[in-house]
């Protein structure tokens, strides 16, 4: 699979460099001098993933990443020359997976934009035993990573799916959302617990009437009656 990157800086220095080490890298890539025109991009050729910088004119680039996780969980990297540790944790908390603070080593982000890729879409080497998972109105199939509800296919976010997929593989337990943090984001993930109340959120609007519960004061389960 060939990746698409959107990189959004206003530096053409900073463009040519990042962009030559990501095209030697096999990538595709998309260079925006604008978070208006990234939003464009956005909406008629959405990349797999973005590099975006805070500074920028117009919408800054926080607006930006604020708007893009209203929509998508798609990797993000911010770069910027901010390197307090307030405009890092803003920057995480309003959604970004990684923060790499101007001036950086090329070969670090092309090492974090392949750490972040495996992360998020790992490719499986072995076959599982069961790729099929079948729980009442949810059907999920493993390997090629779809979700049907009701018989429909439904468009689903990669941490949409590996929240689904963690719950009907363990139907009727209950999880912490410090749990759900770490196998759905991964131990590295800084940030609050309240993305784990988004997602479930974002999850129960998509399939309408799924049994996930919550577990007041500690977290959620998917439920289902024994023998299904």
Known sequence: MRYYIGVVEDDLNIQNIVSAYLKKEGF?????????????????????MWILDIMLPGMDGYE?????????DVPIIIISAKDDEIDKILGLELGGDDYLTKPFSPRELIARVKRLFKRSRPMKEAVEPQDKIKIDHLLIYKNERRVFWDGQEQEIT???FDMLELFAENANRAFSREELLVKVWGEGYFGSDRAVDDLIKRIRKKFVNIPLETVWGFGYRLRINEGQ
Do not use: Y
């Not at 998309?30 to 990349?47: F, G, N, R, V």
């Not at 930006?64 to 998508?72: A, L, Q, T, V, Y």
């Open 158 to 160: 990669t941490k949409e």
């Open 64 to 72: 930006f990443c604020r708007k893009i996780r209203n929509e998508s």
């Open 28 to 48: 595709e890539v998309a260079i925006l001098e604008s978070a208006e025109k990234a939003w464009d991009l956005w909406e008629t050729d959405p990349p797999d």
